[in-house]
């Protein structure tokens, strides 16, 4: 486990690395209308990280009036804050998911690369009365997810699950949903420190950085990863 400061600089390292989250917003000026997005007035958005997904996402919500924002790691809040330029319809939670009490009613939940940071069950249930729908991105099997059942130590393979167990999940229990994949890309050349601990979720040793970084330069000769995000679209019944 990373703490917030070495999660900080891992992420930002992602972030340096992904075509995600443009790739993202291209898809969405072609095809929002498959999400049904409806008219969003109140959003609330778990694991928001630095704003880098919400702050794009927010200019496909014309109605929005109130978009809430739980994220634990202080820097990630400060970050998030200068993004959207302390745009007042943001309000901010810095704190686990598990702590906050629930009193509100909102039109969309989203769930942008968070949910294996909680315990997915708990957040459906604590959360199912409150929202009319839902917006989960997350990782598929490919990219990441591959590097992290090959390499990583029984908890984050478990933790670290991909949206094939989402979908299973969602099967399982009878809740039907829209997937949609949009096509991205890691730059995995000369893979760093924060990089690795990024991958593996986790302070690497010498040996594992040594491991996952010449695995990444036999496997992506060209130094990039197909890692595309999966968008699942739940609409409450
Ligand atoms: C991979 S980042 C994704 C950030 C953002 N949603 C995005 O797509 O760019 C995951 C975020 O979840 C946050 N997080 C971790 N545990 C959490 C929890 N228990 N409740 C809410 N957020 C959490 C982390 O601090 C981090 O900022």
Redesign the pocket.
Known sequence: MLSHKQ?ELA?AELCSRTSEYQDLNNWLLKNVELLNLGDIEVAL??????G???NAFKEFLPSLSRYAV????PA?VEEFKKLIKFDERFEFHQK???ECVVESQFDLVIL???LY??NPQFVYETLQKHTKAWLI?HQSEHGINRIQQRYGDEQTKTKMYCSKNIEDDLAQAKIPYKKHRVDSFIDVSNPNRHFVNFLLEKEVTDQEFETVSSFLSKEYSDGRMYHPVDVLKIDMQ
């Open positions: 999660y992420f958005s778990l694991g928001g990280g630095t880098i997904f919400d739980v994220e634990p790691n990630h686990d998911f598990e942008s690369h968070c940071y909680m991105f």
